[in-house]
């Protein structure tokens, strides 16, 4: 099973595009103002990579705002595969890799005191740059009680004070700021059929079905593994928090997939 997965893995992890994807990064300089949305494992994170390394190309420094929790890891993995393709990784360029940024704030438990910080932190970012800010946010959720308006006001205010360029990505299509087109972004991309099956039964009714474009998956994938988040040890409120849970998901790493083992 593990050699599957790995294989799996691999194939779904090389940087394919739909013909829509491709055609709308093709458009992504007359594109300042951008928000993807569509379920899980439709290319929404990688096409945010994808108009950074644009952005770099074009000589301007990202700024990388992660909103809640839910967002830092994938957060990260943008900011550390832009910092590769100019800090001597994939595109051996040798510049300096503080032209990518990357700034959390917690809007989901303080959500006015994280947009004050934000704003105030954005506003000095741009005016460094000239009065330019160019920005990605992904895992963005706009339909927040508490996080929303303030979300929302922080990037109409941006849009109003100074040259904004920002991409954003969520997976529910309600509730998004009026200065982002929406730009759908539906068919699987990195998602086994399998996966897919399973996600579409407990998906959101917010988050946008998935489609199909016809071409056929590599494999429907592996078996699913379940785990729950449930039992005295987990004492956390959220899995995400969890230390059970992330020794639970280690061990079937470890010890099933064989993750790190060499």
């Known amino acids: 099973m593990a050699e599957a997965v790995s294989e799996l893995g691999e194939r779904l992890a090389a940087i394919v595009l739909t013909q829509e994807q491709q055609g709308i990064l093709n458009k992504a300089e007359s594109l300042p103002l951008v928000c993807l949305v569509g379920p899980p494992g439709t290319g929404k994170s990688l096409m945010l990579e994808l ?109 109003r004070k100074v040259k904004l360029h920002l991409w954003a990505g969520t997976m529910r299509n309600k509730d998004i700021p009026e200065c982002l087109e929406v730009v759908p972004l539906t068919v699987p991309l990195r998602c086994a059929p399998i996966i897919q099956k399973e996600v579409g039964q407990g998906i959101d009714p917010r988050i946008p079905r998935y489609t199909s474009n016809g071409i056929p998956a590599p494999s429907d994938g592996p078996d699913i593994i379940t785990l729950v988040h449930q039992g005295e040890d987990h004492a956390s409120q959220w899995p995400l928090q969890c230390s059970k849970c992330g020794e639970e998901v280690a061990r079937v790493l470890k010890d099933k997939l064989k993750v790190g083992v060499k």
Not at 63 to 92: C, D, M, N, W
């Open 51 to 159: 108009v950074g390394r644009i952005w770099l190309g074009m000589g301007q420094d990202i700024l990388i705002l992660s909103t809640r929790l839910e967002s830092f890891a994938v957060s990260l993995l943008i900011e550390h595969r832009l910092k590769a393709v100019i800090g001597g990784g994939a595109g051996q360029t040798g510049e300096r890799t503080d032209r990518v940024e990357l700034h959390h704030f917690d809007f989901r438990h303080n959500a006015e005191d994280a947009e004050r910080e934000a704003y105030k932190v954005l506003m000095a970012a741009a005016t460094a740059k000239g009065g330019t800010l160019h920005m990605l946010m992904d895992e963005v959720w706009f339909t927040s009680k508490d996080a929303g308006p303030c979300l929302k006001r922080l990037v109409t205010d941006l849009s």
